[in-house]
């Protein structure tokens, strides 16, 4: 029996209006909205549904924004009969499936998402850090990349997201180098992200220390469905293990290939990309051509899934 895998999105894939077709078309995603609001005592949903970007796409309202974005696009999955076999979460993502599979409540969940955001955007100065993403780097150079790039300062992978394209992290001009020695490497494209922080690399430990806090001030249980972390890209079941995972996500890697080669080894055969936009179908085609993807994040997407 084919088994399905659902995937949640993490920051890069918001738009203003996102949310907002689900919202109108279900009152059970409609509802998800309502509980984000009184959750976070201001007018989340008015953010997703109407922007303006710019405010959107502070960290702080960006991913609380993104986690009720994926669990009202799960709850309409689930009305309709439609749930995983495994699930996963890109970064942010992570929240996101273990709100879905029970180990974590949603408020609570909306509340730490919005604390992280604060957290990662207050660990380094504006400025400081920054992104890259480096495109088609020929195989084994990144190591001696990095460490040549360093020189004193922290440069580092931060998301292994395809075959063809990783994303580096750290401080401004040790990015900069990287960026500079990988394209004398052969690699095809380095392109600056526009992030406001530089996100999973030890820049991020104070973040990490604050979340660890804050973490611990809410109950995990373990889990409906699998879920393959970030940290490790291995198979969790208990609330314990979810807790550590969201706390050793913060400065470590995003190993998302290896966690979509560990789901396809495990017979999921479909994937479900639940939340804003379609990124990480987009990855999944560059891991491997024969996986095949579909998205929902909005309302005329049901009619497409059996499609």
């Given amino acids: 029996m084919m088994k399905t895998a659902f995937l949640f999105p993490g920051q890069g894939s918001q738009y203003a ?10 009152p059970v995603a409609r ?14 949903s008015k953010l997703c549904f109407e922007g303006p970007e710019a405010n959107l796409k502070l960290t702080e309202n960006t991913q609380p924004a993104l986690v009720t974005v994926s669990v009202a696009a799960f709850r309409v999955l689930e009305q309709n009969g439609r749930t995983p076999d495994y699930v996963a979460g890109h970064s942010l993502g992570e929240y996101s499936a273990l709100v879905v599979s029970g180990a974590l409540g949603f408020a609570d969940a909306v509340r730490l998402v919005r604390k992280r955001g604060r957290f990662m955007q207050e660990a380094v100065p504006a400025g400081v850090g920054a992104m890259a993403a480096l495109l088609k780097l020929p195989a084994g150079a990144l190591d001696k990349i990095l460490e040549e790039a360093a020189q004193g300062e922290v440069v580092s992978a931060a998301n292994f997201n395809s075959p063809d394209q990783t994303v580096i992290s750290g401080h401004k001009g040790a990015v900069e180098r990287a960026m500079d020695l990988a394209k004398a490497a052969g690699a095809k494209r380095a392109v600056p992200l526009p992030v406001s922080a530089p996100f999973h690399c030890s820049l991020m430990k104070p973040a990490q220390q604050h979340m660890g806090a804050e973490l611990d001030t809410v109950s995990f249980s373990d889990l409906r469905w699998p879920l393959v972390n970030n940290w490790q890209a291995r198979e969790i079941r208990t609330g314990s293990e979810a807790r550590q995972g969201l706390f050793e996500q913060i400065p470590n890697p995003v190993r998302w290939v ?9 017979c999921s055969g479909k994937f479900v990309e639940v939340g804003a936009g379609g990124v990480l179908t987009g990855l999944l085609r560059n891991i491997d051509p024969r996986l095949k993807g579909v998205k929902f994040g909005e309302a005329a997407d049901l009619e497409k899934l059996d499609a």
Avoid: N, P
């Fill in 17 to 26: 209006g996102m949310g907002k077709s689900l919202a109108d078309a279900f």
């Fill in 31 to 44: 509802q998800v909205f309502e509980e984000a609001d009184e959750a976070l005592g201001f007018a989340l």
């Fill in 258 to 266: 290896d966690t979509i080669r560990y789901l396809a080894s495990q």
